[in-house]
């Protein structure tokens, strides 16, 4: 068996050239390369293609290259979570284009593959949708997404062998494992390298034939950024209400994925006696609560990019596999954050004009792909206007997509493009309600 050349992080960095499309694995900062990257800072490399789910963190992992300047264009999904992305893209320092999370890892998936594209509802219908060729399929608009390759591509694994065979821990599958396949160059970055022979091949996520230099190079606390140890999640009262109502929405063996924000709070309200399971798009399905303490060199990452536990049962996919589950219908219940709805059940959670876009996330996947699509929200934004309005005036996640909507005054149900209040939340009366929404609304006959 052939054995893959042992570099160390700044004799890699070196082979990557200015003007190189590189792709970058990790969620956060997790499963990133963080050595490779920083090595990379160090070098006089410019006007890279940077190709990810996020630019790492302000002064961490990609983050480190924006500092510096060595990035021209950024492709990818979250790039919001690094302030310094969105100053640099608002400022012209830096071209980016936004992808769905979903179309993102698919696009990688399909370029390794050899395959120039495919057709996906996802985003039909939205900003990100534009100039993009549309086809009927089924009934559905479909946006077409091209293939995606990359001349370099870094990756993080938890052990490899001297063939170069990867084993990634936990939720670091994400990207790596698409992007293994779609590079001319892939370059593997690991806690520790094994004899041949070492490795149980049931175990392995990317085979050596992908991987053409080895990294050894340890994962710290330091590079983990936010996802470094378990934090503490925003518990006010009118969220936790939010939060527990729709819990009541869900039933026993129910597959949930929960969205950042007041869904994230459901979590640790989930007992075993619900029979729930939860997803996260990241790559976990069997979700368990928040650890005690401890961080994710120790644990599994959700979409908060937080650590979480994994419940007996669970099992860890990456992020191509992910969304298959989320496109293909595999998903019960997605319950998310929102901007606007409007009457009809569109929903739009994800930009404000004015700001850079650049921060879609999985939601515009899961918003055409759960089988049933549950809003949590505040009823006014912060100057006291309503969210609930007669046509979304913000850019748009999904059309006609909710299914259920809970605020902190009233849950309301959408069928056949019609808004139709259901509850009132205790203490709340139908006219301050009415006075609150920005939007007609019928009232369900059996209305509690």
């Given amino acids: 068996m052939k054995r893959v050349p042992q570099l160390t992080p700044q004799t890699a960095a070196k082979r990557i050239p200015t003007g190189a499309a590189v792709m970058v694995g990790g969620f956060g900062m997790t499963g990133t390369p963080a050595h490779l990257l920083h090595a990379l800072a160090e070098t006089d490399t410019r006007e890279l293609t940077y190709i990810a789910n996020n630019i790492g963190e302000p002064g961490l992992g990609g983050g480190r290259l924006l500092r510096n300047g060595q990035i021209s264009k950024a492709i990818g999904s979250f790039f919001t979570s690094n302030p310094e992305a969105v100053a640099a893209a608002q400022s012209g320092a830096i ?3 936004l992808l769905p999370q979903g179309n993102l890892t698919e696009a990688i ?16 219908g939205t900003p990100l949708a534009a100039g993009s060729e549309i086809r009927r399929i089924n009934g559905r608009d479909h946006v077409f997404v091209p293939g995606l390759r990359a001349d370099v591509a870094l990756l993080r694994a938890r052990r490899a062998d001297e063939a170069g065979n990867l084993v990634y821990h936990m939720t670091e599958q994400n990207f790596n494992k698409a992007m293994a396949t779609a590079a001319d160059l ?6 520790e390298i094994l004899p041949l022979g070492s490795l149980d091949p049931n175990t392995i996520h990317s085979p050596g034939n992908y991987v053409d230099a080895l990294v050894h190079a340890p994962a710290t606390l330091a590079e983990m950024g936010s996802s470094a140890m378990a934090q503490a999640t925003r518990t006010d009262e009118k969220r936790l209400q939010i939060a527990r109502r729709a819990l009541a929405e869900l039933q026993p063996g129910d597959v949930v994925n929960l969205g950042v924000g007041i ?16 997803h996260t798009e990241n790559g976990l399905l069997g979700v368990g609560p928040a650890p005690a303490s401890g961080g994710a060199l120790d644990y599994p990452v959700n979409a908060g990019k937080l650590p979480v536990t994994a419940l007996p049962g669970a099992s860890y996919f990456d992020s191509a596999d992910s969304f298959a589950m989320i496109r293909g219908g595999h998903i019960d219940v997605a319950v998310m954050g929102g901007l606007q709805v409007d009457a009809a059940g569109n929903l739009a959670n994800w930009s404000v004009p004015g700001k850079a876009l650049l921060g879609v996330g999985g939601a515009m996947d899961l918003a055409s792909g759960a089988r049933r699509l549950i809003i949590t929200m505040t009823h006014c934004d912060r100057q006291g206007r309503p969210k609930l309005v007669p046509r979304c005036s913000l850019p748009l996640t999904a059309k006609c997509a909710v299914d259920f909507l809970i605020t902190e005054l009233a849950v309301f149900a959408f069928s056949a493009g019609q808004m139709r209040l259901v509850e009132l939340m205790p203490g709340v009366e139908l006219d301050k309600l009415r006075a609150k929404t920005g939007t007609a609304f019928a009232i369900h006959p059996k209305l509690r």
Avoid at 109 to 124: E, L, M, N
Avoid at 267 to 274: C, E, K, R, S
Wanted: aromatic residues 8%; negative net charge.
């Fill in 95 to 97: 071209a980016f284009e």
């Fill in 109 to 124: 998936r399909a370029g390794g593959a050899g395959i120039g594209g495919f057709y996906t509802p996802t985003a039909a």
């Fill in 186 to 191: 892939v370059i593997a970055e690991v806690d």
């Fill in 263 to 278: 869904p994230t709070l459901i979590a640790d309200m989930i007992t075993p006696a619900h029979g729930i399971i939860l």
